[in-house]
């Protein structure tokens, strides 16, 4: 019924597309949101499920490339720097050290004091790149995002 419906069910195959990914159906969901892309081209959210369903699937090359589209189209979306950073953290390359590359990444996030996303994705980096102190640091910033209580 989908495929029959004209230019306004945009929304529609964008909820295909998040159910089929939620089934493990990335394939189609990769087609759903392709959709919903051609209908609406500049709707981030289209690009950074794409890019995300890429990661999933092991195209990281690929996904950073949908995901850069919208981080560029929307700079203040903390989503696409999450999938982002986490796509070039996947990379496998000698050209940089994809760590570093996904932590410079995510110290630019707008949204990077209040995503909790960000904060403990950060966290991990630098602790993955011997820098424990700053690891100690996000992970405390994201507790107090979340406002839990020191134990």
Known sequence: MLEQCSNQS??????????????????DALSWFNKALKISANATTYLVNIGRVYFLMGNH?????????????????????????????????????????????????PALQTSVELIIFLAKLVA??????????AYERALQVVKVPYF
């Not at 945009?10 to 394939?27: C, K, N, P, Q, S």
């Not at 993955?128 to 640091?137: K, R, S």
């Open 10 to 27: 945009e929304y529609a195959f964008y909820m295909r597309g998040v159910i089929a990914r939620i089934e493990g159906d990335l394939e």
């Open 61 to 109: 090359k690929l996904a950073v490339e949908y995901l850069e589209k919208a981080v560029k189209a929307n700079p203040n979306d903390s989503k696409a720097y999450y999938w982002l950073a986490r796509a070039i953290y996947h990379l496998d390359t000698d050209l940089f050290n994809p760590c570093e590359k996904a932590r410079d990444l995510l110290l630019q996030a």
């Open 128 to 137: 993955e790149l011997g820098d424990t102190t700053a690891a100690i640091q």
